[in-house]
């Protein structure tokens, strides 16, 4: 388990550590076994309360350029049929990557 500093609520900063772990992660595997081409590092440990909400640190919003009311895509990643990973993508950007992958081929679909 990687060590925190505490800054406040829901502002722990982690020091950067392999996303899951040895029990999730393969050594040389990237996240669950999935290609990792920056690598994952653990940035914060945050706290989910009793209705399931939690923050996301002012700084990794800042980083990120999530501002209220933005939207997020809550990807999840399964292993051997377990969710083992999550995944925050800016749903603006997941629509244009649905956009660019399958445009063209829902184009060549509706021509036939």
Do not use: F, H
């Given at each position: 388990?990687?060590?925190?500093?505490?800054q406040?609520?829901?502002?722990s900063?982690?020091?950067?550590?392999?996303?899951?772990?040895?029990?999730?992660?393969?050594?040389g595997?990237?996240?669950?076994?999935?290609?990792?081409p920056?690598?994952?590092?653990?940035?914060?440990?945050v706290?989910v309360d009793?209705?399931?909400?939690?923050?996301?640190p002012?700084?990794?919003?800042?980083?990120?350029?999530?501002?209220?009311?933005?939207?997020?895509?809550?990807v999840?990643?399964?292993?051997?049929?377990?969710?083992?990973?999550?995944?925050l993508?800016?749903a603006d950007e997941l629509?244009?990557?649905v956009?660019?992958?399958?445009?063209?081929?829902?184009?060549?679909?509706?021509r036939?």
């Amino acid at each position: 388990m990687p060590s925190t500093k505490g800054q406040g609520r829901g502002r722990s900063k982690a020091e950067p550590s392999s996303c899951c772990g040895d029990e999730c992660c393969p050594t040389g595997a990237g996240c669950c076994g999935l290609p990792s081409p920056g690598g994952c590092q653990v940035e914060a440990i945050v706290a989910v309360d009793a209705r399931g909400q939690m923050v996301l640190p002012k700084d990794l919003r800042d980083q990120l350029g999530i501002k209220p009311n933005d939207k997020l895509a809550v990807v999840a990643w399964k292993r051997e049929d377990r969710i083992c990973c999550l995944t925050l993508l800016k749903a603006d950007e997941l629509a244009d990557a649905v956009r660019v992958t399958y445009g063209p081929l829902l184009n060549d679909m509706v021509r036939r």
